[in-house]
C-alpha cells in the first residue's frame, strides 16, 4: 500500500503529462487515421484505410519526404565532420580555446525561426550585394530563386547551427581518450594523419553515435527554419516532410490524409534511428 | 509479476477511458452548437440591449494590425457594453486566422474572408445579412448560392501594372495617360522608352506565387461577362486552356514582364524580390511591377512619390476591353458566424454598421486605414495614390470584376502557384501549364 | 621540429579564426544594420551605420508589445524548466531505486517515445485539446506548459536515470535507517545531489522551450498570450519588407538568450557535455 502510495508520488506526475501530451495523442493519432475527416470540427466518419491509400498515392507526399532525405544525408555528413573538426582543433592544445568554443556554439541559442529570418537577410540582401561588389558570380543572384541553391542554403544554414552542439558532444568523447593510447601510437611512428584515423575516430566511435542520432532526428523533423528560410520555395522544391504534413492537416483542411502522413514518417522515423542505434552498437561492442 | 501485469493494464484501462470520453465529448458538443444555432434563428430578437457581451472579429490583411485594434478601441468607447477582440492573420501565413481559431475550439463572431470562401469554404458560416440597413448603400454586399445576402464588403481592391508616375512621364516626355496602354505593343514601346531614358530594367518583376497564381493567372476568367461562366467549363472538363487566345495571351504579356531584356531580375526570375522589386520601383531605378492597390504601403516606405495603374494587356486590339479596363471588386468579406450567441451577433452587426454610418467608423475606414469604402454614402476619398487611381477607375466604368474572387485563392496559391512559377522558371511548358490547370479543375 | 611544430599552430589558428568568422558574422551583420534605416540597408548591408541612433529598438519594443511577450515567454519557459525537472528527477529517482517490471517497461516506453516526430502527435494534440476539450481557448498557458512537461520528460528522465545509476547506495541506504521516509530521503539527499545534472537539464530545456515556435503557434490564439517566436512571426507578416525594424525586433528577440549565454556560458557547454555522456 504505501508502495503503491510512493510510485504514485514520483512517477504519478511524469505519467500524467506524458499521458497528456504524447501518450494519449499518439495512440489516437492512429485512431484518427481511419476517420475521414476534413477540420478538427467536422464530423468524423469511419473511413478504414482510405488516409492511408490516399496518402501513399500523394506524390507531393513523396517527393517532400525524398527530399527530406536528402537533406537528412546532406546535414549528417556535414554536420557531423564539421563539428569533429572544430572539436579537433579546438583540443589541440592552444591557448584561446575556451573562448573559441564559446563562439561556436552560439547559433544554437537561436530558434529555428528566428535563424531563417536572420539568413533570409543574408540571402536576399547581403550576399548579392557583396557579389556585385566583388563580382563574384555565385553570390549575385539570390540563392532562395534557385531549386537548387534553397537547398544547399537550407543545409548550410543547418551545419551552422548544429555544428556548434555537436562540437561540443565530441569534445567530451576527445578529453576521455586516455593520454597514454596517444603517446603510445606517437612512439609507435604514427603520424598525425594516422593517429586520427587509425586511434582517435575509432575511439570516438560512441560519440558518433549520439550525434549521428541527433543529427538524423532533427534533420526529418525540421519545420521551423523551412517555413522561415525558403517557405517551401522557390515553387515547392524545398518543401520538405514537415511542412507538407503542416500545410496538408491545417492549410487544405485534409486531417485525416496528414495525419496518415505523420505515421507513415514515425514509421520511417523509427526504422531508421532504429537500424542506425543497432548497427553502430554493434560497431562500438566490436570496435 | 501479477502485479506490474496489474498496474499495467489499470494504466491502459485509464487510457481507453480518456479516449472514448474525448470521442463522447466530441459528439455532445457538436450536437449541443446545432441546437443553439436553430435556437438562435428562431428568436433573434430576444436580447436584452445593455447586457456586457464579447465579440471575437478574425480579420485577414496582417498590414492592418495596428489599426484594426485601434478602430476596436473607437468602436469600443462608443459601445461601453460591448467588448471588442481582435485577432490578425500575418501577412504571408497561409493559415488563416478564422481556421487555426476555430480548430482551436474559439467560436468567431465576425469573420473576414475572401469572397470566394463565402460561397464555398465558409458556405455554411454565416447568418443571413439581408435585412441590414447597409445593403442599400452598395453594390457589392456578397450573396451565397441561394441568393441571400451574407456578407459584408469592407473594402474595395484593384490590381495591374503598378507604375512611378515620374519615371514613365519623364520617359514619355510629358504627361501619361496609363489608359492610353491598351495594346501589347504599346507596352512594349513604353518599356523601350524607359531604357531609352536611362532606366536599365523598366520592369521590376515581384513572382511570389499568389500575385502569379491568384491574381495574374486569374484574369482569363474575365473574358465572360461571368466569370464563373468560365469556371464551370473548366469543372466540366469542356474548356481547353491551351487553345484560348485570352489565356494565352496573358501568358504572352507575362513573357515579356519576366524577360531578361526588361525585367530586373530576369536572370533569375523566381526569388524573394517582393521587397527589392518595391524599392526599385519605389526609388524609381525601375518603373513598372505587377501587384495591386496594397503595395503601396512598401512602395510608401522608401518614396512618397505618386503611383497608378497601367491595365494589364492581353493582345494588340485596341478594342478589347481586356486591354482598357484594371480588374477592380469588394475583397475582405466580413460574415456573422451563426454558431455566437444572439447578444453577439447584434454587437457584430452594430460593428458593421459603425464602419458604414458612423462618422468615427467612416473615417477610420477611409483616412485612417485608406480602405476604399464600397459604401456610397462614405464622403471620404482615399489619398493613397493607387486607392485613388482605384476609385477613379471605378467612377468612370474602367474596372472589371476582380478575378480572384472566382476562383478558391488556397488552392490556387498551394497547387497551381507552384506551377506557375515554374512556368516562368521555363521549367514548364505553358502546355504543361495549361494541363494542370485544368487538371485542377477536373480532378476535384 | 620546432618547425612543423609552429606550422601546425599557425595553420590551427588560421582554421580557427576563419571559423570563427564564419560562426559570428551574421551576429555582427544584425548588430550593424539594426542602427540604419531602410535606404542605408538595401543600399549597403556591409556598411557601417552613420549614427547609433537606438530609435528603431524604441519603436520595436512598442510595436512587438516587447514587455508583455517577453513576460509570457519568461513565465512558459520558467514554469515549465521547473516542473519537468522535479518530476522527471523524482521519476527517474524512483525507477532506478524499485526497479519493478512495471517500471522497467514505463521507462522503455519513455525512452523508445523520443524518437516520435511532433509532426505525428500535432493534430490530434489540436483535435484532443482544442476542438473537443476546448482546453485551447480556456487555459492556453496552463495547457502548453504540460505539453511542454510531458515532452519534455522523456529526455529528462533518461539523463537522470543515467546519472542516479551512478550514484552509490549507501548514503541513502543511511537515510533510510535513520527513519527517513523514502520521500525524505530524495528531497534531503538526492535532490541536492542531482543539482549539477537539474542544471545540465534546466539549460537545455530552457534553449529549446524559448526558442520553439510550432507548437505555441498552434496553442496561442490570442495575441496577450504569444511568445517571442510567434510574435517574431507575426511581426514578420505585418512588416514584410522593412528592414529597419525587422533586424531590431530579430536582435531583441535574441538578446535574452545571448546575455544568459555570456553569463553562463561554462554550465551551458559542460550542460551539453554531460548530456551527451550520460
Known amino acids: 500500500m504505501k508502495r503503491l502510495g510512493n510510485q504514485l508520488f514520483f512517477t504519478g506526475p511524469t505519467m500524467i503529462f506524458f499521458s497528456i501530451a504524447l501518450l494519449i495523442p499518439f495512440v489516437y493519432g492512429f485512431y484518427l487515421t481511419l476517420m475521414k475527416m476534413a477540420t478538427p470540427v467536422s464530423p468524423m466518419e469511419y473511413a478504414g484505410v482510405e488516409n492511408y491509400l490516399r496518402a501513399i498515392r500523394d506524390n507531393k507526399f513523396w517527393d517532400s519526404m525524398w527530399l527530406t532525405i536528402k537533406y537528412v544525408g546532406a546535414t549528417i555528413v556535414l554536420v557531423n565532420v564539421t563539428g569533429f573538426a572544430l572539436a579537433y582543433l579546438v583540443t589541440s592544445g592552444l591557448r584561446k580555446q575556451n573562448f573559441f568554443r564559446t563562439a561556436f556554439f552560439t547559433p544554437n541559442l537561436i530558434g529555428g525561426l528566428v535563424l531563417g529570418y536572420i539568413w533570409q537577410f543574408i540571402f536576399v540582401r547581403s550576399l548579392p550585394t557583396l557579389g556585385e561588389k566583388l563580382g563574384v558570380e555565385l553570390f549575385r543572384l539570390g540563392w532562395l530563386g534557385d531549386a537548387n541553391l534553397a537547398f544547399w542554403a537550407l543545409v548550410i544554414v543547418t551545419v551552422w547551427q548544429s555544428a556548434g552542439y555537436m562540437m561540443i558532444i565530441f569534445i567530451a568523447g576527445l578529453i576521455s581518450i586516455p593520454r597514454d593510447v596517444i603517446e603510445a601510437s606517437t612512439i609507435d611512428g604514427a603520424n598525425s594523419w594516422q593517429r586520427l584515423t587509425r586511434m582517435t575516430i575509432p575511439l570516438m566511435v560512441p560519440a558518433f553515435v549520439i550525434t549521428v542520432f541527433l543529427s538524423l532526428k532533427n534533420a526529418f523533423m525540421v519545420y521551423d527554419l523551412n517555413f522561415a528560410l525558403t517557405g517551401g520555395g522557390p515553387y515547392d522544391s524545398t518543401k520538405m516532410v514537415s511542412m507538407h504534413v503542416v500545410q496538408k492537416a491545417f492549410i487544405e483542411n485534409n486531417y485525416g490524409v496528414g495525419q496518415a502522413e505523420a505515421i507513415i514518417l514515425f514509421v520511417i522515423v523509427a526504422v531508421v534511428t532504429g537500424v542506425q542505434v543497432y548497427y553502430s552498437k554493434k560497431m562500438e561492442v566490436s570496435g | ?444 | 621540429m620546432a618547425d612543423r611544430r609552429n606550422a601546425f599552430i599557425i595553420i590551427t589558428y588560421s582554421l580557427l579564426i576563419a571559423a570563427l568568422f564564419i560562426f559570428l558574422f551574421p551576429f555582427l551583420l544584425l548588430i550593424v544594420n539594426s542602427f540604419k534605416d531602410n535606404g542605408q540597408i538595401l543600399e549597403n548591408p556591409f556598411s557601417l551605420p552613420t549614427s547609433l541612433s537606438i530609435g528603431h529598438f524604441v519603436d520595436v519594443i512598442e510595436k512587438m508589445n516587447f514587455l508583455v511577450t517577453f513576460k509570457n515567454s519568461v513565465l512558459i519557459t520558467v514554469v515549465s524548466v521547473v516542473l519537468i525537472s522535479l518530476f522527471s528527477a523524482m521519476a527517474a529517482y524512483y525507477m532506478v531505486r524499485v526497479a519493478t517490471r512495471f517500471n522497467k517497461t514505463f521507462f522503455a516506453i519513455l525512452v523508445a517515445s523520443m524518437i516520435i516526430p511532433f509532426q505525428s502527435i500535432m493534430i490530434p494534440l489540436i483535435y484532443i485539446y482544442g476542438a473537443q476539450l476546448k482546453m485551447i481557448e480556456m487555459a492556453p498557458i496552463p495547457l502548453l506548459i504540460a505539453l511542454y512537461v510531458g515532452f519534455g520528460s522523456a529526455f529528462s528522465v533518461f539523463i537522470y536515470h543515467g546519472f542516479i545509476k551512478s550514484i552509490p547506495l549507501e548514503l541513502e541506504e543511511a537515510s533510510l535507517i535513520d527513519g527517513c521516509t523514502r520521500k525524505q530521503t530524495f528531497f534531503k539527499v538526492v535532490m541536492p545531489m542531482l543539482m549539477p545534472t537539474s542544471v545540465t537539464i534546466a539549460i537545455l530545456n530552457v534553449l529549446w522551450i524559448w526558442n520553439d515556435y510550432l507548437l505555441p503557434s498552434l496553442v496561442l490564439t490570442k495575441e496577450h498570450y504569444y511568445t517571442m517566436p510567434i510574435k517574431m512571426k507575426v511581426f514578420n507578416g505585418t512588416y514584410m519588407n522593412n528592414w529597419e525594424l525587422l533586424i531590431p525586433a530579430i536582435l531583441m528577440t535574441v538578446l535574452p538568450v545571448l546575455i544568459a549565454y555570456l553569463f553562463g556560458q561554462r554550465y551551458i557547454i559542460r550542460g551539453v557535455m554531460q548530456g551527451a555522456i550520460k
Open chain 2, 1 to 444: 509479476m501479477r502485479k506490474t501485469f496489474v498496474s499495467v493494464l489499470v494504466l491502459l484501462l485509464a487510457a481507453v477511458l480518456v479516449l472514448t470520453a474525448c470521442g463522447g465529448t466530441g459528439n455532445t458538443t457538436a450536437e449541443s452548437n446545432t441546437n443553439n444555432s436553430t435556437a438562435t434563428n428562431n428568436n433573434p430578437s430576444a436580447v436584452a440591449e445593455d447586457e456586457p457581451v464579447t465579440i471575437i472579429i478574425a480579420n485577414g490583411k496582417g498590414e492592418l494590425t495596428a489599426l484594426y485594434e485601434q478602430a476596436a478601441k473607437d468602436f469600443m468607447t462608443e459601445n461601453p457594453n460591448i467588448t471588442v477582440e481582435v485577432h490578425t492573420g500575418a501577412v504571408g501565413d497561409s493559415l488563416s486566422v478564422l481556421d487555426r481559431l476555430t480548430s482551436s475550439g474559439v467560436v468567431v463572431t465576425l469573420a473576414m474572408v475572401e469572397p470566394n470562401g463565402v460561397l464555398e469554404k465558409y458556405k455554411d458560416f454565416g447568418i443571413d445579412l439581408s435585412g441590414e440597413r447597409w445593403v442599400e448603400e452598395t453594390n457589392d454586399a456578397i450573396k451565397n448560392a441561394e441568393g441571400t445576402i451574407v456578407g459584408f464588403p469592407f473594402s474595395i481592391e484593384g490590381f495591374g501594372l503598378v507604375y512611378n508616375k515620374q519615371v514613365v512621364e519623364n520617359a514619355v516626355g510629358g504627361s501619361f495617360d496609363p489608359f492610353s496602354i491598351n495594346t501589347r505593343d504599346k507596352l512594349i514601346a513604353l518599356f523601350d522608352q524607359l531604357q531609352a531614358s536611362g532606366v536599365q530594367y523598366p520592369v521590376a518583376y515581384q513572382t511570389e506565387g499568389w500575385s502569379v497564381s491568384n491574381h495574374y493567372s486569374s484574369q482569363f476568367l474575365n473574358q465572360a461577362e461571368d466569370p464563373n461562366s468560365i469556371v464551370n467549363q473548366l469543372k466540366a472538363g469542356t474548356f481547353d486552356l491551351a487553345s484560348n487566345e485570352v489565356w494565352n495571351g496573358y501568358y504572352d504579356t507575362m513573357d515579356l514582364l519576366a524577360s531578361e531584356q526588361y525585367n530586373k531580375y530576369g536572370e533569375r526570375p523566381i526569388g524573394q524580390y517582393y521587397d527589392d522589386a518595391h524599392v526599385s520601383v519605389g526609388k524609381g531605378e525601375s518603373a513598372i511591377l505587377f501587384n495591386g492597390n496594397w503595395a503601396f504601403d512598401s512602395l510608401q516606405a522608401v518614396a512618397g512619390d505618386s503611383f497608378g495603374f497601367i491595365p494589364v494587356p492581353v493582345d494588340n486590339n485596341p478594342d478589347n476591353p481586356l486591354n482598357n479596363k484594371i480588374v477592380a471588386g469588394p475583397t475582405n468579406i466580413y460574415i456573422i458566424n451563426k454558431d455566437a450567441t444572439p447578444a453577439q451577433q447584434e454587437a457584430a452587426k452594430k460593428y458593421l454598421n459603425w464602419l458604414v454610418y458612423d462618422e468615427v467608423g467612416q473615417d477610420w475606414l477611409v483616412n485612417k486605414a485608406q480602405v476604399i469604402s464600397a459604401f456610397k454614402n462614405n464622403p471620404h476619398k482615399v489619398t493613397n495614390p493607387l486607392g485613388a487611381a482605384i476609385a477613379v477607375a471605378i467612377a468612370q466604368g474602367k474596372t472589371m470584376p476582380f478575378s480572384t474572387n472566382y476562383i478558391v485563392p488556397g488552392d490556387w496559391f498551394s497547387i497551381l502557384g507552384p506551377e506557375v512559377q515554374q512556368y516562368i522558371d521555363k521549367r514548364k511548358s505553358r502546355e504543361d501549364l495549361a494541363q494542370a490547370i485544368q487538371s485542377y479543375y477536373t480532378s476535384n
